[in-house]
């Protein structure tokens, strides 16, 4: 399935991200059933579209230290 309606958006960096331009990840807000991924060092490249409930869920599992990072 393709994803529409990005070319206008807005991403916004991880909070965890390093001035170094390291592993970072962008977020897209604004969508409000999925959340669009990217890595911040490809902006032009794949975007990762999953779930608002699978990204909260992610995003508390790295919260309480239930993934390896």
């Known amino acids: 399935m393709r994803f529409t309606g990005l070319n206008a958006a807005t991403w916004r960096k991880s909070s965890y991200s390093n001035q170094d ?3 970072c990840v ?3 807000d604004g ?3 999925v959340v669009p991924v990217r890595d911040s060092k490809d902006p032009h490249g794949p975007v990762l579209v999953v779930t608002a409930g699978g990204w909260a869920s992610f995003v508390d599992a790295l919260k309480a230290g239930a993934l390896r990072v």
């Open 21 to 23: 331009g390291g592993a």
């Open 26 to 28: 962008e977020v897209c």
């Open 31 to 33: 969508f409000p059933a």
